[in-house]
Every structure is written in C-alpha cells, then in structure tokens.
C-alpha cells in the first residue's frame, strides 16, 4: 500500500494507480463475460413459462397435499434396491480401484506406460458423471438395476482411485525400507508396509464414496437404472404430485441417515 | 566380513554424495560413524543393504558383492543386514509384536505372513526380546501408542529378530532426548556384543561415538578423513571432520552432561 | 527383567477384531445371506445381455471414430450453453450466497438468524442437482433457464455452508480488535472477518464453478439445456459416433476446468 508524494505532503490509497487501474479492468472484463453469458442464455429462454412458473409452482406443490401415503410400501422394496445398488456399485468400484491405483501411483507402478494407461482409465471414468454412464450402459445391459449398479460402479473407479493413488504416493517411505531391509518379498512390504498405512485412508474413502453412491443411486433410475428415481421420473409422469412428495421424502431420509452413518464410520477409522 | 571398496554414490540432482569410500569391518566390530550433516553417512549405510543404489564400488559381504546381486539374492542377503532408523521407522497401525516379526519376513513365506502364522520358535524368542527390552505385555498395543524410546525398542527388537550378522543403525538416538537416547544406546550396544554381531552406528553425538564404540570413522564430504579407535578424538581431529569450531569450549560441556546421565540411567 | 519362567512354552496370536466366535459366524452369515439376496435382486438376464454386448461392440467401435461434424452445430451450442450457464450461475450464486454465508456464521450472527439460514442451507443441500433440475424444468420449461437454477441452488449451498465454517474459524481477537475501535457492524465484517476469509472464499469460487461445469453436462438428460441434452438426442437416436464425440468433448473440457481450477487456486495461496 505505496504512499505517494503530491503537491502537499504524503498521501496514502491502498492500491497504486496501475494496481487500482489492473484490478478494474479485471472486474470489467469478468462483468462483461457475465452479461455475454447471461444474454445467451435469456434468448434461449421462453419468457412466457417464466412469469408463469409461480402459478406452476403453486399449482403442483398444493396438489403434494395430502401425501399419499399408501404409495409407502411401493416405494419401500425400491429404496431397498437402490440401497443394494450403492452398496453394490461401491464395493465392484472398490475391488477394482485397489490395483488399479497401485498401477497408476508413481511409487508403485511397474511402468511408466502402465501407468499412463492406469491414469487415463482413472480419467475417463471420473470426468463423465454416473448418469451419463447409466444413458450408456442401459443400452448394453437394458434398463434395470444392474445397468444402475455398473453406472455407480464405473463413476466410482475413477473418483476412488484416484484418492487410492495419491494416499499410496503420498505414504511414509520410512517403514516401508524397514520392512524391505529385512529381507522381505515385495508382496510381504506390501502386506507389512503399505497395507497398514493405507488402511484408514481406504476405509475413509470407501466410506464416503457409498455415500455419494447412496445420492446418485436415488437418481439413476431417471434414465433407466432402476431403483427408486425409476418410481420418481414415472409418478413426475404421471402428474401424481401426492406421490412424489413421498418419494422425495423418502430420499431425503435415506440422505440424511447414510450421511450420518458415514460420519459415525469415518470418525472410528481415524 | 564386510569391505567396501571405491564406494561412489550420486544422486540425479547433486554432486557426489559418496566419493570412494573404503572401509573395512571385522566380526563383532562396533564401528560409530560421525561426520556432519550431509556428510554422506546415511547414505552410506542405506548402500550396504541397498535401500540406496550405489553408483559405483564394491561391497563385499561375505565374500560376494552385494552391488551385483539380483533381487533374490538380495533379498537373503538383507536377512542378514538388520536396520535401525532414526524415525524408528514402526508401521504405526501395526501392534508391537506385528512390527517386530516383521524382521522374520524374510524367513516366512507371503500366506503364512499374510495370516501372521509365525513359527512358535520366532514367537517365543520375540517374546524373550520383549522382555529384554522391557517391554513385557506390550506385544499387542499398537505401535503408535508408544513413547520414542519405546518405538526404538521395539525397532532394536524387529532388527535382531532377523538374526543378522551385521546391523546397520542410523542416528538410533537423534529423535530422543539425551537422557532416554543413552539408555538406548547402552542396550544396544548390549544385545550386539551379546551376539557378537557387527555394527555399524551413524551418529551425532560425538561423546556417545567415544563411549560405545570400540572404532570412530569420521566421514566428510563423502570421504572418510578419520578412522581411529575410541578414545583418541581431540579438538584436531575433529576440526578436521567437522570444520574450524572452538573445539576445546564444547568438549568439557559434553563431559559433565555424561556424567549427570550416568547417574540416572543406571 | 521379568520373572516369567523360561520353560514354558509361550504363544502369541493377533487377537480377532470380534473377540466372540459366535458373534463372528453370526456376522459372517449374516453377510453371506445379504449378499446372495441382493444379487439376485439385480435380476442379472444373460440373454438381454449377450444380445447387449453386440451393441456394446459397436458402441465402442463407434467411439473409436466419433464424429464431431454430424451435428457439430448443436455439439458447440450445448457447449456454449453449459459454459453461459456457469458463469452465470456461479456469478448469482456468489451474490446470493452473502448473505446466507453471514447469516449461517454462528460466531457474527443473532441466533434466529442463524438457525433460519442453516435450514435453508440443508434444504438447498440434500436435493441432489437432477432433482432439483426437474422441478426446475416443470416450472420454467425446458431449457438452459430451468438449468441455471438449477446450478444457482446448489452453488448457494456449497458456498454458504463452507464459507459460514471459515467464518466460523476466523481468529475471533482480530475481530475483536476491530470491534474495540468502535467500529459498525458492515465495518466489522469488512475489516474483521472479510480480509480473514478473502482467500478461501476466492478459491471455494473457483472450486464450485469448476463443480458446476461438471453438474452442467448432466441435467441436460432431463431437459435443463447444456451438452448433455445433446447427448441424451444422439444416444436416443442409436447416433454413436456423435455420442462418442459428444463424450469426448465433456471428458476434455471436465479435465480442463479441473485442471484450469486447480491451477489459480494454486496461484492464490
């Protein structure tokens, strides 16, 4: 913060000129791409269906009440299924991250181009969201759980093995140089020096992907992945407002319960 | 029963970290290793097991140079080369007796590992270095609940277990404080010449070099530049390991600390 | 050392995590039932899916050769589109978000206060973003409107539940200091608490709009507008090779902006 010397004495801003200019012309330009981007997205946009969206919501949410309540036991068995499938997805997710970040962390690859291939398996799978995969994998394995399952699953190798591999770059060489000094086999430093170490990372990272597994598996059935976003999408369908606030509910239970587990797992892992 | 001969290490980023080092170990020698930091010292004993790849040199155990041995042999040679780290280098979420079998790893095959199927023989003697060590009932807490010089303890216990005929020991005492560092240093000492083990020992403290030892090797700048037996450091030799410093200010300090330690720890 | 008697043999075993035996086959069962009844609950049909893996065949094979040029106008329209829809969403979403932030700190703000902008925070937090963009898209119709809502929605949640806990965090003796000067309560918060968060709250920004661009190519497949409306048209019509090429562009642009982001957050510490 420059004190600048002008006609009578010193005086003090917080910024100098060229900052103070800089900082505005960043600003600008970041308001200008704001209303280049807005502008775009008005034209695309049906204006009439806007003013009218209060009655819209108005109309659908006075139609919740009352809940239909009977529809419970149609939605229970189908929480049990999307239950399944995040418990499911998540464990095939995890049975294969477990090698494949050994093959992609720097420490323990057997090669560079093995890891290339381990890191762009990673990347693909992260980058493009669960639900996409399920688009895709209805059209192989038809619409159902098990297209759901394999959804959460590949999304989950690629989000959990990276985790995987940064813990096992990010481990302790110390002990593990104990364990190699005396005279142990590479898969004996492995179950002495890595495991260990890796235990509470892995637990901690499983954990937490079933519960994001739990979110995204209410929603996979939307596109054909079964579960209880299948009886949501339909009653939306349907127009059968009583039921979907039923449903929503229930989701939002199960949310709010898996999170809850996860944290209580979480905190006796560490 | 160990020679080194031209022993040359460098590292991708640096200068050469070892340049020549020859260096001759007998059985049952305990040999301390001083030198300032960066010396080359750790480096030095992480090429004998190779937990370091040396760059050039010969390194004769036993009669064969373990520079040219292939990953098996290798791996029975380290049975035979126990370690002890500064860190302690304990797998933290492993219990007392899991770290130390681990020194029987190279004994026991991956299954019997993997399920800790250890021969009845290595248990009963862990438990005997337990006791030795004083640290009796201990064998199931988790290394992570112990204090430093009960985590040394432990890594003193998981070395010998291996039945080496050579131990390697890096700065044992650097991590504990003095009066705790000399009851180690004391046990070690101990167990080797029990044993009658070899031993090679990096350390910092020059007094504690003088006072275990039977031979100091001073190491400079990847050299060695001393290489006498215990007793015989003065203000000049050390000048020339260490450096110009008022040696003859320090060394009388170092005298009355022992002292003081002498009385505690016995 | 110890007086435990040399001749006797001595044993050790790691000890179970379950000290019980039974209680271990009980759990071990109970596993194994949950198992088989949950797998057969996937209702795995072999014949749907070898009839399957012939399109998988030629889905990949299309994959191979995606094709950018097909429908290469609504390919660089959904772009456009989900990249308008976070900036502008992530521009609202701080502006809305301010007040909830302050609202939600328990450290600066009045009790009522406080629990009235936690609540909203949990309702804004536990509808997953799809969800949310079908309420959306029944009310405001189909199209990049009801997706900016969308993402407005979840970008004030993000943001107000991570900045009101560094608020939270703040060194509360420099807020103290400013108070002593007699200072008002704006005046506080732009002295006190504003230059403590400043950073983190800069990088929370550029995080949940990296975060956004990802949610953005998703709730097209339920009408929201953005790339993935245009994916859901190619995968609809069996159009492989744009759906590849379609993929393609989402799994650049994703690592793009995660890497963009990663990148100036970096620059601001």
């Known amino acids: 913060m420059p004190v600048l010397t002008r006609g009578d004495g010193p005086l003090w801003t917080s910024r100098d000129p060229r900052e103070a200019r800089n900082r505005f012309l960043k600003w600008l330009f970041g308001l200008v791409v704001f209303f280049i981007a807005f502008r775009f997205i008005a034209q695309e946009t049906m204006w009439e269906f806007v003013a009218d969206a209060p009655f819209q919501a108005a109309d659908f949410i006075s139609r919740m009440f009352p809940p239909d309540f009977g529809y419970t036991a149609r939605v229970l068995p189908s929480l049990l299924d999307t239950m399944n499938l995040a418990i499911f997805g998540t464990f095939v997710a995890v049975v294969i991250s477990v090698p494949l970040a050994i093959l992609a962390a720097k420490n323990t690859s057997p090669h560079q181009l093995v890891r290339l291939v381990a890191l762009a398996i990673i990347v693909t799978t992260r980058s493009v969201t669960s639900l996409i995969w399920a688009l895709l994998l209805v059209q192989i394995v038809g619409p159902g759980l098990f297209a759901g399952m394999l959804a959460i699953a590949v999304r989950g190798i690629g989000m959990i093995s990276k985790l995987f591999y940064e813990a096992i770059e990010e481990i302790d060489q110390e002990p593990i140089e104990a364990i190699k000094s005396t005279g142990a086999s590479t898969a004996q430093v492995f179950l002495y020096g890595y495991v260990p170490q890796l235990m509470p990372t892995f637990v901690g990272v499983t954990v937490m992907r079933w519960e994001i597994n739990?979110?995204?598996?209410?929603?996979?059935?939307?596109?054909?992945g079964g579960g209880i976003g299948f009886l949501l999408n339909s009653a939306i369908n349907r127009l059968r407002w009583d039921q979907v606030i039923v449903i929503l509910f229930t989701i939002l239970v199960t949310v709010f319960v898996a999170e809850w587990i996860s944290a209580k797992a979480r905190e006796a892992v560490l | 029963m160990l020679e080194i001969r031209q022993l040359k290490k460098k590292y991708n980023a640096g200068p050469l970290a070892l340049q020549g080092v020859d260096l001759k170990v007998k059985k049952g020698e305990i040999i301390a290793l001083i030198g300032p930091s960066g010396a080359g010292k750790s480096t030095l004993i992480r090429c004998i097991n190779r937990l370091v790849e040396p760059t050039s040199g010969e390194i004769l155990f036993h009669g064969v140079d373990i520079c040219k041995l292939g990953t098996k042999d290798?791996?029975?040679?380290?049975?035979?080369?126990?370690?002890?780290?500064?860190?302690?280098?304990?797998?933290?979420?492993?219990?007392?007796?899991?770290?130390?079998?681990?020194?029987?790893?190279?004994?026991?095959?991956?299954?019997?590992?993997?399920?800790?199927?250890?021969?009845?023989?290595?248990?009963?003697e862990a438990l005997e270095l337990l006791d030795k060590v004083g640290l009796s009932g201990y064998a199931n807490t988790r290394a992570d609940q112990l204090s430093g010089g009960q985590r040394q303890r432990v890594g003193i216990c998981r070395a010998l277990l291996q039945s080496p005929d050579l131990l390697l020991i890096d700065e044992p005492t650097a991590s504990l404080d003095p009066k705790t560092g000399r009851q180690i240093m004391r046990l070690i000492v101990e167990l080797v010449q029990e044993r009658g083990l070899a031993a090679i020992i990096n350390i910092h403290e020059v007094n504690f070099a003088e006072m275990f030892s039977e031979r100091v090797v001073g190491l400079r700048d990847g050299l060695i530049v001393y290489d006498k037996p215990a007793g015989n450091l003065d203000s000049s030799s050390l000048t020339t390991i260490y450096g110009e410093e008022d040696w003859e200010a320090t060394m009388p300090k170092l005298d009355s600390e022992d002292e003081s330690c002498e009385e505690v720890s016995s | 050392m110890t007086s435990t008697p040399k001749e006797v043999e001595r044993v050790w075993k790691k000890p179970p995590r379950i000290k019980s035996l039974g209680l271990r086959v009980l759990l071990g069962l109970a596993l194994l039932a949950y198992v088989i009844y949950a797998l057969n609950s996937f209702e795995v049909d072999p014949e749907r899916i070898a009839y399957g893996m012939g399109r998988a065949g030629k889905m990949f094979g299309a994959?191979?050769?995606?094709?950018?040029?097909?429908?290469?106008?609504?390919i660089i329209q959904g772009v456009l589109e989900s990249m308008a829809m976070t900036v502008v969403a992530t521009g609202f979403g701080v502006l809305f978000s301010i007040p909830l932030i302050?609202?939600?700190?328990?450290?600066i703000a009045p009790r009522p206060v406080y629990f009235l902008s936690r609540l909203i925070l949990v309702v804004f937090r536990s509808l997953h973003v799809v969800i949310l963009?079908?309420?959306?898209?029944?009310?405001?119709?189909?199209?990049?409107?009801?997706?900016?809502?969308?993402?407005?929605?979840?970008?004030?949640?993000?943001?107000?539940?991570?900045?009101?806990?560094?608020?939270?965090?703040?060194?509360p003796e420099t807020l103290e200091a400013i108070k002593s000067t007699g200072a008002s309560w704006p005046q506080q918060i732009l002295y006190g608490v504003w230059p403590q968060i400043a950073t983190r709250f800069a990088g929370l920004v550029i995080y949940r709009a990296d975060q956004s661009f990802r949610q953005s190519t998703v709730i097209g497949l339920v009408g929201a507008g953005g790339i993935g409306a245009v994916l859901e048209t190619a995968m609809g019509r069996y159009d492989y090779n744009t759906a590849g090429a379609i993929l393609l562009v989402i799994i650049v642009l994703v690592l793009l902006g995660e890497y963009g982001s990663s990148a100036f957050r970096r620059r601001l510490v």
């Not at chain 3, 302050?102 to 450290?107: E, I, S």
């Open chain 1, 214 to 224: 739990i979110r995204e598996s209410t929603i996979i059935g939307i596109v054909g």
């Open chain 3, 102 to 107: 302050l609202g939600a700190a328990k450290n």
């Open chain 2, 74 to 124: 290798l791996r029975a040679t380290r049975k035979k080369v126990g370690m002890i780290f500064q860190e302690y280098a304990l797998v933290e979420r492993l219990s007392v007796m899991e770290n130390i079998l681990s020194g029987r790893l190279g004994y026991v095959g991956f299954w019997k590992s993997a399920r800790r199927k250890f021969p009845a023989k290595d248990i009963q």
């Open chain 3, 63 to 74: 994959f191979l050769k995606p094709n950018f040029l097909a429908r290469q106008n609504y």
């Open chain 3, 133 to 171: 963009a079908i309420m959306f898209v029944i009310m405001f119709g189909f199209g990049p409107f009801a997706g900016l809502l969308t993402l407005i929605v979840n970008t004030v949640g993000f943001l107000g539940k991570l900045g009101a806990e560094d608020i939270e965090n703040i060194n």
